[in-house]
């Protein structure tokens, strides 16, 4: 998995490519740590380039989610698949998307 972490104004994109699962969302988990604890205003995590999310990729977004007011993580380009398994979860609601 790649991560690109790109701030301005307050506002942070973060990019990943690759799987969240178990074995990477350590990483992704970090990151997203990192972003909240430097200040920033709202989150947008990019997602055109993740190819397969599991549970323990959720369970790190809604983490991030809990961390940030409410509305302020956003997923940008999700993939069909991945906007299947938010519905499926009723996380549809919970993260803006563009």
Known sequence: MQID????????????VGEI????????AAALERVIESGAQAVTLDVAGVEFIDSSG?????????????GRLGLRAPNETFRRLLEITGLHDVFPTE
């Open 5 to 16: 972490v790109q701030e301005s104004s307050g506002n942070v994109v973060v990019a990943v």
């Open 21 to 28: 699962d178990a074995h990477t969302c350590g990483d992704l």
């Open 58 to 70: 959720l369970r790190v977004l809604i983490q991030a989610n809990e961390r940030l007011e409410p």
